[in-house]
Each structure stands twice: as C-alpha cells, then as structure tokens.
Nanobody, 122 residues
Framework: EGRLAESGGGLVQIGGSLRLSCAAS????????IGWFRQPPGKFREGVAC????????RYVDSVKGRFTISSDRTKNTVYLQMNSLKPEDTAVYYC???????????????WGQGTQVTVSS
C-alpha cells in the first residue's frame, strides 16, 4: 500500500523559508500526480501546489505563486515544497497526497501523510 510521509515543518519568522519533503513508498513514483495541501487553524484544507510527475507541469494556488515551488527527486521518491517569503497566513498543517491527476478534486486524492506543522510568526 502506498504511503506518504511529510517532514520539514517548523517555526519560522515572517519572510523566512522552509523546505517541506514528501517521501513516497509502496507505489511506483511517477504513476500519480502529487499535491501539497494545507489546513490553517479552524479552516478547511486547501490545495497549495500540484506536480504532474509524468510531464513535470506544476500548478499553484494564487496566494503562493511566486513564493512556493514544488519539485521532485525521482532518485529519492520525494516531492518537495520550497516555501519562501513566508507570511503569517501560511501557518497551517501541510499535507501531501496523490491523485491520478492534478485536475482531480480534493476528495480523489489519497495516501495522505500525517502532516507537518508550519508556523510563521513575527
């Protein structure tokens, strides 16, 4: 059974950077697209970025465009989310998940990891 494990979260000051990792195991890396999601305190989970491993295309929610970058290292079966110029509103638990396509609805994403907390403070 495929599993994902997120890491790299932490406490960072406004304007700082973090790189999150999503390590995949138990399934063929590249058979699925992988998305990053986040759930701020008291709010619904939202999609942040998605990477199509078949052709390398990426997409981002407007609020992170120009600040976040999703990428992969196939040799490590890992997808990354580089987050720069962090803002307090980026504070959330960040999750990665797989889906047949980045066009899939959030309900179609699966193999959710346990999440990693990102806190941006002044």
């Amino acid at each position: 059974e495929g599993r994902l494990a997120e890491s790299g979260g932490g406490l960072v000051q406004i304007g700082g950077s973090l790189r999150l990792s999503c390590a995949a195991s138990g399934f063929a890396f590249g058979d699925y697209d992988i998305g990053w999601f986040r759930q701020p305190p008291g709010k619904f989970r939202e999609g942040v970025a998605c990477l199509s491993l078949s052709d390398g295309t990426t997409r981002y929610v407007d609020s992170v465009k120009g600040r976040f970058t999703i990428s992969s290292d196939r040799t490590k079966n890992t997808v990354y989310l580089q987050m720069n110029s962090l803002k307090p509103e980026d504070t959330a638990v960040y999750y990665c998940a797989t889906a047949p396509s980045c066009d899939s609805s959030q309900d179609e994403f699966g193999s959710w990891g346990q999440g990693t907390q990102v806190t941006v403070s002044s």
